[in-house]
């Protein structure tokens, strides 16, 4: 961990957040899809939440962004209680806490140019947004200024991620939820996204919450994670001891599933 | 130059709607008897029938007949009125203001109404409001038109005296043609406006816009209702016109002289070359309406402008 500031700057406390669902046509009854979790995240820290699909990660991920849903428990992220804020100051509030997206396509309006998204958001946060021109929020990005003018389908995989993590970036957040945010992209250009995550991290003493299920990535990336499993959190610590002494049987598991386990692990690095 | 050959293209395919429009229109009308009986009467002798058939040019070959149609159509004759003797254009140009002024009127109320009710419906999908939009819509349209305007009639102009009942005149005549034509397409463009909106709100840059602080207005209505425009464009440009073509049963209640009530006395005088007309007609209108959706396409979604 390098930052300067290690103050708190995601709390989630008792977190439960249910569903009702129906299962094999019988009535709905209630669902945690994450039950009674609480983790943190400093700032200058990247912390990494782990699990198979459907294990409640992206349920936490939007919760802890203040735009999933709360059923139980408290959430203070970049200082901001979501659940008791409305209107204005909730949208000013949700600057400090920013998303990244597994899809980047699908978290871009495909009819809006680049440059005339960054100008939206120029238009909302003025105050936020001031710091860089579009131009020099592209190159901070490792992209040209001739991506502003083109719409998200003109643009490959890689370069909408990076477009997506300037949109975030730009509103100068203290916290960013990164839900898979690799996924579907090839290996160079993961790790180009890594290194740019762990740039913002130094930079701006970010706070990075890491959701993924590539334990590589994980393990070249975060300083620490925690294990979900079925909405509960069943392991957390550092992340080169969970890593090289797992305790939880589902941890064990996990790391023993990944195929080629160690040239994986590895390949990022 | 790709906007030229856009332009181009849809000139070419209208052009070809219009040719099969018009073939379509002589030989329907052709397969539907002789009119010369209907209009000399049974006791016609064959002679007279004969004489006003080769006075009509019904007696050439039907092939000689449909080249001159296309002929007379494509240099923009359509023909004389069997029953007035009147240029057939001259008549549909004297009724065209009647239907466009029910037309757009009618159609602007349905997306004033249609498109709110179904933003408001969509983004509170599965709640009661949304419920109650959605039974409204489907009353809509299911009740008859012609039921409707004369209850409104009944209502407003015999008992009230508010309104008057028919004809043309100041806005007052306007009021309830216009508020019993625009019932479906208030139904129709709630119903498809809330079912694209559905959709729309369900993609994640939703979720994205949220998170970046935007505000529920703008992403319903910068975002969620831009992306779901465009099956709504298209339905209001069909409504147009359909309703340019003829509203029959709206004019016939209310006595309005436009070129759905010209289509029904033509029909009934068994006037086939006003027929002919008023088909080709509907052809060009409902060809310059859908070109102007297609050019909003391009307004709406720059992915379409690029494709251009």
């Known amino acids: ?269 | 130059m790709k906007f030229a050959r856009f332009v181009l293209r849809k000139v070419v395919a209208g052009l070809m709607t219009l040719f099969l429009a018009a073939t379509l229109a002589f030989f329907i009308a052709k397969l539907s008897g002789d009119p010369t009986i209907q209009m000399l009467g049974l006791s016609a002798t064959p002679e007279q029938v004969a004489e006003l058939k080769a006075q009509l040019g019904f007696d050439r070959p039907v092939f000689v007949q449909y080249v001159d149609f296309i002929g007379d159509v494509s240099r923009g004759d359509l023909g004389t009125s069997l029953f007035s003797g009147d240029k057939n254009l001259d008549t549909i140009l004297g009724r065209v203001w009647a239907s466009t002024q029910l037309a757009i009127l009618a159609v602007a109320l349905g997306a004033l109404i249609g498109i709110p009710v179904g933003v408001f419906a969509a983004s509170r999908e599965g709640r009661l409001a949304d419920r109650v939009a959605s039974l409204l819509s489907i009353v809509g349209q299911s009740v008859p038109v012609f039921w409707l305007g004369l209850i409104l009639v009944l209502i407003f102009s015999l008992n009230l005296g508010w309104l008057p009942a028919g004809f043309m005149g100041d806005w007052r005549n306007l009021v309830l043609p216009v508020v019993t034509l625009a019932t479906i397409p208030i139904a129709r463009i709630a119903r498809l406006t809330r079912s694209a909106m559905t959709n729309s709100l369900e993609d994640q840059y939703i979720t994205a816009s949220r998170a970046r602080g935007l505000s529920s207005r703008r992403i319903l209505f910068a975002h969620g209702l831009r992306n779901a425009s465009l099956p709504v464009v298209t339905l209001i440009g069909l409504q147009i016109g359909t309703l340019l073509s003829g509203a029959i049963t709206v004019e016939t209640v209310f006595a309005w002289p436009g070129i759905g009530s010209l289509a029904t006395q033509a029909v009934t005088n068994r006037d086939i070359p006003l027929v002919q007309a008023l088909v080709v007609f509907g052809a060009v209108a409902f060809v310059i309406i859908n070109t102007c959706v297609d050019l909003l396409y391009g307004v709406l979604d720059p992915r379409v402008r690029e494709m251009r």
């Open chain 1, 1 to 269: 961990m390098t930052g300067v500031e290690h103050s708190t700057v995601l709390k989630v406390d008792h977190l439960t957040v249910t569903h009702m669902v129906r299962r094999n046509g019988g009535r709905r009854r209630p669902f945690n899809a994450v039950d009674d979790v609480s983790l943190d995240v400093s700032g200058g820290e990247i912390v990494g939440l782990v699990g198979e699909s459907g294990s409640g990660k992206t349920t936490l991920s939007l919760a802890a962004c203040g735009i999933g849903k709360m059923s139980g428990g408290a959430i203070l992220a970049g200082g901001h209680d979501f659940s008791s804020i409305k209107g204005v100051t909730r949208r000013r509030a949700h600057c400090d806490v920013q998303m990244v997206f597994q899809d980047p396509m699908s978290s871009l309006d495909l009819r809006q140019r680049v440059g005339d998204g960054l100008d939206e958001l120029r238009s909302i946060h003025p105050e936020r947004t001031k710091r860089f021109t579009n131009e020099e929020l592209m190159t901070r990005v490792g992209l040209t200024g001739d991506i502003l003018g083109r719409l998200p389908s003109q643009i490959s995989g890689g370069q909408a991620q990076r477009v997506s993590i300037t949109r975030a970036m730009m509103l100068q957040p203290r916290l960013l939820v990164a839900d898979e945010p690799t996924s579907g992209l090839d290996a160079t250009v993961q790790a180009q996204i890594l290194e740019l995550f762990e740039s913002f991290r130094r930079q701006e003493n970010l706070a990075i919450l890491f959701v993924s299920h590539n334990l590589a990535v994980v393990r070249r990336i975060c300083d620490r994670a925690y294990v979900m499993k079925d909405g509960r959190i069943v392991e957390s610590g550092g992340t080169k001891d969970l890593f090289e002494r797992p305790q939880h049987d589902y941890t064990k598991r996990l790391i023993a599933a990944v195929p080629g386990k160690s040239a994986n692990l590895a390949i990022i690095r």
